[in-house]
């Protein structure tokens, strides 16, 4: 299935525009305090781009200055090449799906849906159509006459959706959607979302924290940390090759070795860490002198487990199982080094079905290839 | 914790809601008195009732405090909501705290400094302007209407500060200016307590005493006003039947107030717990075996990069 990642990704690569959406050196100060630290961005027409990161740091306000309800205290912001500055929200042509959805309490799901067009002075009868059509997009036209609170979780949040699709905007915003849902349907509700997006065709900045739910709906996708963006890419792209700790270990999970550099070429680098018996050996080049400090981080899918001493040099440890979690498909080994550190590695069903694996207490050793570690100079 | 025993509880709640009701029961019983001692019991009769519908100084005066009362709620309203909801939403301004203080005061300052200054406001208004003239049914709605005002105002901006911003900025978002947002979506969402104010207004200066006393002029007696003047010259049964209906009337609004709210409460209960049915079942059509495995197959990228495990 990582087929669908890479489909989903391929075309937004190769739609290399000027950028749709461009958000240029913005910095947010809420008095003291810098909630945006120089941010910029480029969103390609009909891309669905997730603003991923931890509480606090600052997607929301991003997404709040694309708006309108906040102004950047330094930056511009274009959308199709219009400076927005000093156009107010209501004038903007952006419509955003709120976290709680607001969807108004004292109207019906057809007025609900209808306000947009209703302030903007469309005649009566096209209100009506408009207001159908989206209402059949979201497969909500049964609940028209409706009040809010007469509706599931699910279907309040089609709703929101309809409202914000009606004015066919030029940029969606989504903040946190999925984040009011209850865990049982929220993975069928993202596949919808992304379906209706799709079908709509709208360019839709999505707001975040959960790195499952970007990494499943997101075209590309803007890792954020205190402020700053720290690695922008596709979610193969992000996953594969982060370009820092933060990066590393805030999608996924991943092991991180401590290390300096002792060789760089072009298509190789060797690195020394403290601690392991034999170097890291990594087929790519970095640049970066000699004597650097770096991390290497290898996945823990990319992780074998041996009993033998591995045939290879480089990118060997030794250790003892400290922790086996059966996960179902695969199993979660965790192994003491023998400093101490932990190293997590993931063993296939298969593995585990063939009655190899080793088991709790089992000295084994620790490896993988050349191509699974990625060096992190940040 | 001490458990009191039953009888105990029972007897203190009894004497407590006897010292409250008693004497208003006394009053209903005394009203259908036919003497005209208040105090001695002659038999049952209806005659006070009577003679209210043709007392005309107390009809007019009745009319006239409801006219009051109408026009100071809704005068009221207009501007303790708008205060309320300045001083809610444009918070943290130089000042604030001293204006919601200001807004506070008059809640606790006693009726009768704001009566005489009010009095000595519009006497020397009267000298200076030469307006208003005299005093009135105009001076007394705007006293009720300064003594209502902040009442209003507190309800409205304590409504207003629970409310979540994210209604009004999703009609702005959708294209309503900030002036169409507060009466087309905020207003709409605390019109309970925009209610609230209104009835509480109402009352206030429906009854209201002191004030009324210091403003009025000749023609423009309200019915605390005929009450009271008339009460000092003696107890008397007629006002124990006007009180007996006052108090049918309050008791038949409140009742049919809250038998209303309940309703409308149980039935939003009841659809929101049906909405949350409707949920669960879709919930469970999700795990119909062909739904599942699409919803399985499609999961798998997501699953797969978070645990990190390589088809
Ligand atoms: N209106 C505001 N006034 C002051 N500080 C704010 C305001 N809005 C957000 N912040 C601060 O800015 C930072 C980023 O907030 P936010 O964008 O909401 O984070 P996120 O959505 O990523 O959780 C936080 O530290 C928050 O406290
Ligand atoms: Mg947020």
């Known amino acids: 299935m990582n087929v669908q990642i890479q489909e989903r990704s391929a075309p937004a690569a190769g739609r290399q525009g000027k950028g749709f959406v461009q958000v240029i050196d913005v910095v947010k100060k809420f008095g003291d305090a810098v909630a945006l630290n120089h941010v910029s961005l480029t969103i390609e027409k009909n891309e669905l781009f997730a603003l991923l990161g931890s509480s606090g740091c600052g997607k929301s306000t991003l997404l709040r200055i694309l708006a309108g309800f906040e102004t950047a205290t330094e930056g511009k912001i274009l959308i199709d090449g219009e400076d927005l500055a000093r156009v107010p929200p209501y004038h903007r042509p952006v419509n955003m799906m709120f976290q709680s959805y607001a969807l108004f309490p004292h109207m019906t799901v057809e007025r609900n849906v209808g306000f947009g067009l209703r302030q903007e002075g469309v005649p009566k009868n096209e209100i009506a159509e408009r207001v159908n059509e989206a209402l059949d997009l979201v497969q909500m036209r049964r609940f028209a006459q409706r ?77 954020m940390s205190e402020g700053e963006v720290v690695q922008i890419g596709g979610p193969t792209e992000v996953y594969e090759y982060p370009n820092s700790r933060f990066s590393a270990e805030f999608i996924g999970s991943t092991n991180l070795f401590d290390g300096v550099v002792v060789e760089d070429e072009p298509d190789h ?80 069903g298969l593995v585990l079905s063939q009655g190899e694996a080793p088991s709790y207490g089992d000295e084994v050793f620790v490896s993988w290839s050349e191509s699974s570690g990625v060096v992190l100079t940040k | 914790m001490i458990k009191p025993s039953k009888p105990m509880s029972v007897s203190v709640l009894g004497l407590g809601y006897l010292f409250l009701y008693l ?108 307006w208003p003239q005299g005093r009135g049914v105009f001076t007394i709605w705007i006293g009720h209407v300064m003594l209502c005002v902040s009442y209003v105002a507190i309800i409205v901006q304590s409504r207003v500060k629970e409310l979540n911003l994210s209604y009004e900025e999703a009609a702005m978002d959708l294209g309503a200016t900030p002036f169409k947002v507060f009466f087309v979506i905020t207003l709409p969402l605390i019109a309970q307590a925009l209610i609230s104010g209104w009835l509480l207004s109402f009352t206030l ?79 469970e059509t999700d795990n119909s075996p062909v739904m599942a495995r699409q919803a399985e197959g499609a999961s798998k990228p997501a699953l797969l990069t978070r645990k990190g495990v390589q088809s």
């Open chain 1, 147 to 223: 009040k809010p609170h007469q509706l599931s979780g699910g279907q309040q949040q089609r709703v929101a959706l309809a409202r914000s699709l009606v004015k066919r905007p030029k940029l969606l915003l989504l903040d946190e959607p999925m984040s009011a849902l209850d865990k049982k349907i929220r993975q069928q509700t993202q596949f919808e979302l992304m379906n209706i997006l799709n079908k709509v065709g709208v360019t839709c900045v999505m707001v975040t924290h959960d790195q499952e739910e970007a990494m499943t709906m997101a075209d590309r996708l803007a890792v």
């Open chain 1, 269 to 348: 680098v060797y690195v020394e860490a403290p601690g392991l018996p034999a170097r890291l050996y990594i087929n790519h080049g970095i640049t970066g002198p000699l004597g650097m400090n770096v991390s290497v981080s290898v996945r823990p899918e990319r992780v074998l487990l041996s009993r033998a001493k591995p045939q290879q040099p480089y990118n060997w440890v030794q250790g003892a199982v400290k922790d086996v979690a059966y996960m179902g498909s695969y199993a979660l080994y965790r192994v003491e080094l023998g400093n101490g550190r932990m190293v997590t590695a993931n063993v296939a």
């Open chain 2, 23 to 130: 004497p208003i029961i006394l009053l209903v019983i005394y009203s259908f008195n036919e003497s005209k001692l208040v105090t001695v019991w002659s038999g049952f009769s209806t005659k006070w009732y009577a003679t209210l519908l043709d007392d005309d100084e107390l009809i007019t005066a009745a009319w006239l405090s409801l006219k009051i009362a109408l026009m100071t709620a809704f005068a009221s309203v207009v501007i303790g909501t708008w205060g309320g909801f300045v001083l809610a939403r444009f918070g943290r301004f130089r000042m604030l705290t001293l204006f919601t203080a200001m807004i506070n005061a008059p809640l606790v300052i006693p009726e009768v400094i704001q009566g005489i200054s009010l009095l000595l406001l519009f006497v020397a208004m009267e000298q200076l302007l030469g």
């Open chain 2, 205 to 283: 200066s429906l009854d209201d005493l002191v004030l009324t006393a210091f403003l009025s002029g000749p023609g423009s007696t309200t019915l605390p006003l005929v009450v009271f003047s008339r009460v000092r010259l003696g107890l008397n049964p007629e006002m124990n039947a006007l009180a007996t209906i006052f108090i049918l009337l309050v008791t038949i609004g409140v009742v049919a107030a809250n038998q209303y709210m309940r309703a409308a409460e149980r039935k939003r209960a009841r659809e929101m717990r049906m909405a949350f049915q409707s949920e669960s079942t879709l919930a």
